[in-house]
């Protein structure tokens, strides 16, 4: 696994869910998504996205549904309105995290002490 | 299956470990993988070996499986409420002085052994996704136990104390948890 790919692992689910947010996909397509949305840098084993997506359907963030493409079952999913509002949360938390962290490493001068 | 022989073993190899369902969709991801590579003009044997590598090796694939399984959940989370709910059946069972033949104190005791060593094997190891379906049967021997108990205090109207009023509630909530759990654990089975 790529570090990149290590790296994400606390970060999986919201990447996940925010693959989701533009409608449907099945598992495959969830996996270029995040490959493609992260140029590159997020390509995990296709074979561990599946079960991470029933991960997140068990918890009721997204629900699967089968289908029939090529003749072959084929199971997609779709966020359930507990997991756009998590979408949203996570989002907003984040952008606290990252402005945060960026004004730490990107400095800004330090107050002064007496 | 995906028209090649190195996925089609690949798939195989899940299909003696996976639940069908679980199979089936890693068989159509795999299929646009080997068409993907396919596109990319490389021959049919280079296509399959790269979407199979893309994949991951199938203890890694099949450990990711494993550590998501309801029955692995449901296990860890009995183990972690088990001894406290036997403690205090335990010392309900001593402060209140229960006449309990010695016959059925082996029964529990056997019966309660073999629950415990089924959600250990359920709750532990990531290679075996068979080992976590042991979580049902487990399930099965709490709601027995349980319910033998609940039982037993409501023919013989023990004395009452402090354990015990823990003790029922907490084997109730158990018992209905449980309950509720199993049907979804044999849906994975």
Not at chain 1, 72 to 79: A, C, F, G, K
Not at chain 2, 34 to 51: C, I, K, N, P, S
Request: net charge positive; glycine share 10%; proline share 6%.
């Amino acid at each position: 696994m790529k570090p990149e790919a290590q790296a994400l692992k606390g970060h999986l689910d919201v990447l996940l869910l925010a693959t989701l947010a533009d409608g449907p996909r099945h598992g495959y397509a969830v996996k270029e998504a995040l490959r493609e949305g992260s140029g590159g840098r997020f390509d995990l084993p296709t074979g561990t996205v599946y079960p991470a997506l029933h991960r997140l359907e068990a918890a009721g963030l997204i629900s699967g549904a089968w289908s029939v493409a090529d003749g072959r079952r084929r199971r997609s999913y779709r966020l359930t309105p507990a997991g756009q509002r998590k979408l949203v949360a996570d989002r907003a938390n984040w952008r606290e995290f990252a402005s945060a962290i960026t004004t730490m490493l990107e400095g800004s001068p330090w107050p002064a002490t007496t | 299956m995906a028209g090649h022989d190195l996925i089609d073993g690949y798939l195989a190899t899940f299909a003696r470990r996976l639940p069908a369902d679980a199979v089936d969709e890693l068989a159509d991801g795999l299929t646009e993988t080997y068409r993907r590579h396919l596109a990319t003009g490389v021959d049919e044997r280079a296509a399959a070996a790269g979407a199979v590598a893309e994949f991951g090796t199938p203890d890694v694939v099949i450990a990711a499986f494993v550590r998501q399984a309801p029955g692995r959940r449901v296990a860890r989370l009995l183990l972690c409420w088990g001894p406290a709910v036997g403690l205090c059946w335990g010392t309900a069972l001593v402060l209140g002085h229960w006449p309990v033949p010695l016959a059925v104190r082996l029964g529990v005791g056997l019966s309660l052994l073999t629950v415990i060593a089924l959600l250990v094997v359920a709750a532990t190891g990531l290679h075996s996704y068979r080992r976590t379906r042991l979580a049902a049967a487990a399930g099965l021997g709490v709601v027995g136990l349980d319910g033998a108990l609940l039982v037993a205090v409501a023919l013989t109207a023990p004395p009452f104390t402090w354990p015990l009023a823990l003790a029922v509630p907490a084997s109730l909530t158990r018992l209905a948890l449980t309950a509720r759990a199993i049907p979804r654990l044999l849906a994975h089975s």
